[in-house]
């Protein structure tokens, strides 16, 4: 099985940065995903890392270290609409052929003004 | 662009109802999948199928049963709808990593489902 944690909820200030952590613990690793949530709507596909290091994708980028079982979720120059809950999820390597993903429970991010 | 499309944004049925929530995608992906959503709990999988006519229980599949008699549909059916699988209901979609290792799902706008 996994084991996946993430804070709850934080608060930030509109053009500031925020780091999401995620650790998690599996039998096989075999990818890592980070989704975007506002409430109400569907989960949306943000990035993904299965080799240690940094992603960067305009504002955001995402960051892995599996030894450690260890990833963060950096937002930077937060706007408003990055108000949301963000979604870490991890493949497990058994699951592979099925993409099957293990989400944490996800990290409400407010921004305000 | 991906489309994946659940049949109803918000469902009110009775306790006991056999109920039926449908989700089709148009992106010819092999893998589909349900879930649920509640607050504290996260996503949790109760289905998924890789492949027509397949299928596979995830974590929390008791009360519910699931059907894929064409690949770019999925139905998920609870057999006698109780108060405690009043929840939030996400339908996603995805290639096999075969294809592509980074394949994210891709997901539908939800069914609120109430059962009362």
């Known amino acids: 099985g996994q084991n996946i944690d993430q804070p709850t909820e934080m608060t930030a200030t509109e053009g500031a940065i925020v780091q999401i952590n995620c650790t998690y613990q599996?039998?096989?690793?075999?990818?890592l995903f980070w989704y975007q949530q506002h409430a109400g709507e569907a989960p949306t596909f943000l990035s993904y890392?299965?080799?240690?290091g940094l992603e960067e994708k305009g504002r955001f980028s995402s960051f892995l270290s599996r030894s450690k079982g260890y990833s963060y979720l950096l937002l930077k120059e937060l706007q408003m609409k990055d108000s949301a809950s963000y979604l870490c999820a991890v493949r497990d390597l058994s699951e592979a052929a099925g993409n099957k993903l293990t989400f944490g429970g996800g990290t409400r991010v407010l921004v305000k003004p | 662009d991906v489309k994946v499309t659940q049949s109803s944004r918000y469902l009110v049925k009775r306790t006991g109802e056999k109920v039926f929530l449908e989700c089709v995608q148009d992106m010819d992906h092999e893998n589909m999948f349900w879930y649920r959503q509640d607050p504290g709990l996260g996503l949790r999988l109760i289905y998924f199928s890789y492949d027509v006519k397949m299928k596979e229980k995830g974590d929390i599949p008791e009360g519910y049963s699931v059907s894929r008699e064409k690949k770019e549909r999925f139905s998920l059916i609870l057999e006698s709808a109780s108060t405690n699988q009043t929840s939030m209901y996400l339908c996603?979609?995805?290639?096999?990593?075969?294809?592509?290792?980074?394949?994210?799902?891709?997901f539908g706008d939800g069914t609120r489902l109430s059962i009362l």
């Open positions: 996603a979609s995805s290639f096999r990593p075969y294809r592509q290792h980074n394949q994210p799902q891709h």
């Open positions: 599996t039998s096989g690793f075999n990818g």
């Open positions: 890392n299965v080799l240690d």
